[in-house]
């Protein structure tokens, strides 16, 4: 069939959105197809990061952060306020307000840049073709387009435990669990991973006794040892009761909840909860999105495989994002966007793994990029590390916030950052530093002769890396 745009992508979230972007841009005719729909049946693009991930959480970590606050912060600030209370409802709907506003943004930006967006159900067919469905109850025809190139952006979606199927009512999912119209009294989740932690937090801070088995003898095994001993300790602190080495066996509904059963060290516990969260990783959306005769190959977890450039076994059909190898982060999945579609343009796009950042948006903050202690003494490369508090400066004391630390790890010989891990207030934005220092190959020294203002959080960043040569001036070295 002759073609009908340069480039289709499938999937509108944030490897897919920023895919046809970019293609946009760079002067080829795109169109990028999502299925997703509103409450309300309009298009909703932006995947599952701007409808019920990111966003959303984002949006929920904050309002009972700062309920949080009111109760446990403002009092040593000396304001008082009495019968504080949330209004579940109200912050549902601001959510929803920042996803409307956010996802009606990315139509706008599509119609800025001449990106055709199709709302519907697309599969890939042989050569490049394309059929859309559209939305159950769209009533309208299966539509059918060609391009000289596809992009695969088709996300991921929760997992499920076997033997407890989300019913989206007490087993809930992540998309559930930012929709809860009361708080529940006792919340169990499964996985103490990057959902159970921020979701468990939300729920948490707003009242509920939170539960979280995890299948791991390890706490947070990705992170830095010294940060995830320090995680634990503030949420152990916080109330968040992390049970380790424990794995689900079954969830047995009751007349009010559900009687969880896990296995613990050989022994059998039971949990009575109201509902819980299962968060035990993602899988990705590859379900019905390849005819046979695509020639796009999946691997056993149902991953689209790739090369490092991001092409499929098929010629001109790449796949970027969450369905793909590497981590299952946005921003990982828009440079990919970003880098395929400099490629189909005759560019050479390029995204480095290593200067991924990770984001964990719990309080404190924990943010890392590059690797970490632990992963480099096991490849025997020599190191120095260094670790400053926050707790020994003068801002992150005013704002009655001094937990957690920055710790840095160079190369012993070299003294080229290697990673930087942190812990602690804002290191969400503070870790944005490191990264650009790990892209432009900086020594711990580059870091420690650039001059941070004072007082600032960014302090803690300087003086990690002057520690590194053990010459920091607001501790001991
Ligand atoms: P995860 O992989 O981060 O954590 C899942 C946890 O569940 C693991 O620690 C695992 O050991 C545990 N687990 C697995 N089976 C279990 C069982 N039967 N019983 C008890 N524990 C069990 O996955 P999560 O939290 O579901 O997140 C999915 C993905 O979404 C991650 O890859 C993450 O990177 C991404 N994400 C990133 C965010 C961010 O960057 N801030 C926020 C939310 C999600």
């Not at 697309?122 to 387009?145: D, I, M, N, W």
């Not at 290697?418 to 990264?435: D, K, N, R, T, Y």
Request: hydrophobic share 45%; with cysteine; glycine share 10%.
């Amino acid at each position: 069939m002759p073609k009908t745009h340069d480039v289709i992508v499938i999937g509108g979230g944030p490897a897919g959105y920023v895919a046809a972007i970019r293609c946009a841009q760079l002067g080829l005719a795109v169109a990028c197809v999502d299925e997703r729909v509103d409450a309300r049946g309009e298009p909703s693009p932006g995947g599952v990061c701007l409808n019920v991930g990111c966003i959303p959480s984002k949006a929920l970590l904050d309002s009972s952060e700062q309920f949080e606050r009111l109760k446990h912060q403002f009092p040593s600030h000396g304001i008082s306020v009495d019968n504080a209370a949330m209004d579940v409802g109200k912050m549902l709907a601001r959510k929803e307000a920042i996803v409307g506003k956010l996802t009606g943004g990315i139509s706008l930006l599509f119609k800025a840049n001449a990106v055709e967006s199709i709302n519907g159900r697309a599969q890939l067919l042989r050569e490049r073709t394309v059929a859309v469905t559209p939305p159950s109850g769209g009533g309208g025809k299966t539509r059918t387009l060609s391009a000289d190139h596809i992009i695969l952006a088709p996300g991921s979606a929760p997992i499920e435990l076997p033997g407890i199927p989300f019913d989206h009512d007490r087993v809930a999912d992540s998309t559930d669990a930012l929709s809860f119209a009361r708080v529940p009294a006792r919340l169990g989740i499964v996985g103490a991973g990057v959902i159970g932690l921020e979701l468990g937090s939300v729920w948490r801070r707003l009242g509920a006794e939170v539960v979280i088995v995890e299948a791991l003898d390890e706490f947070l095994a990705l992170a830095d040892h010294q940060i995830a001993r320090e995680a634990a300790r503030q949420f152990k602190r916080q109330g968040l009761d992390i049970r380790l080495g424990a794995t689900l066996q079954k969830a047995d509904k009751t007349s009010d909840g559900l009687r969880l059963e896990y296995q613990q060290k050989g022994e059998a516990h039971t949990l009575e909860v109201e509902r819980v969260i299962v968060a035990v990783g993602r899988r990705p959306a590859t379900a019905g999105l390849l005819a046979d005769d695509s020639g796009v190959a999946l691997d056993a977890g149902g991953f689209i495989e790739v090369d490092d450039r991001c092409r499929t076994a098929a010629d001109n059909v790449w796949a970027v994002g969450d369905a793909v190898r590497g981590p299952m982060l946005a921003h990982k999945g828009s440079e990919e966007g970003v880098a395929v579609a400099e490629r189909i343009a005759g560019g050479a796009g390029h995204v480095d793994f290593n200067t991924v950042p990770w984001v964990i948006y719990t309080a404190p903050e924990i943010a890392w990029v590059g690797q970490t202690e632990k992963q480099l003494k096991a490849q025997g490369v020599p190191l120095r590390t260094g670790a400053f508090p926050f707790a020994a400066t003068g801002r992150a004391l005013a704002m009655e916030e001094p937990v957690g630390m920055v710790k840095m790890v160079a190369h012993a010989q070299t003294d080229r950052l290697l990673g930087v891990h942190m812990i602690g207030p804002h290191v969400s934005e503070l870790i944005a530093e490191c990264v650009l220092a790990m892209e432009y190959s900086a020594g711990a020294e580059d870091l420690a002769r650039t001059i941070h203002a004072h007082p600032t959080l960014s302090e803690a960043v300087h003086e990690a890396a002057l520690a590194v040569d053990k010459r920091a001036i607001h501790k001991a070295n």
